[in-house]
Nanobody
């Protein structure tokens, strides 16, 4: 069982920056991907970014457009993941979730169903 805890959300002005963290606890895992998803008010959950633990390859949703960067800690078990967000817009407001998927492949990495462990979410609010 893997437990994920997000932190770093908050209120920021239009054009501002935030860095979200996802701490991993529980059994170690050596493969798969860790990702960020978000759910904006009145919208369905959507993919934001993901990174593969063993290769470091990262993938982003189109709306990110170079504004966000996903990264993993360099410890043996990649215990922490971050999402650096810059040039935030009011449309980025929502609850951000981190997730882990042991069997995520490139054709499924944008699908929430490919990830089996989820955090509780952290609220990001961007004021206009």
């Amino acid at each position: 069982q893997v437990q994920l805890v997000e932190s770093g959300g908050g209120l920021v002005q239009n054009g501002g920056s935030l860095t979200l963290s996802c701490a991993v606890a529980g059994r170690a895992f050596y493969k798969g991907a860790m990702g960020w998803f978000r759910q904006r008010p009145g919208k369905e959950r959507e993919f934001v970014a993901t990174i593969y633990r063993n290769t470091g390859e990262d993938y982003y949703a189109g709306f990110v457009k170079g504004r966000f960067t996903i990264s993993l800690s360099r410890d043996d078990f990649n215990k922490t993941m971050w999402l650096q967000m810059h040039s935030l817009k009011p449309d980025d407001t929502g609850v951000y979730y981190c997730a882990v998927g042991m069997g995520v492949i490139t054709s499924t990495l944008r699908l929430g169903a490919a990830y089996e462990s989820w955090g509780q979410g952290t609220q990001v609010t961007v004021s206009s």
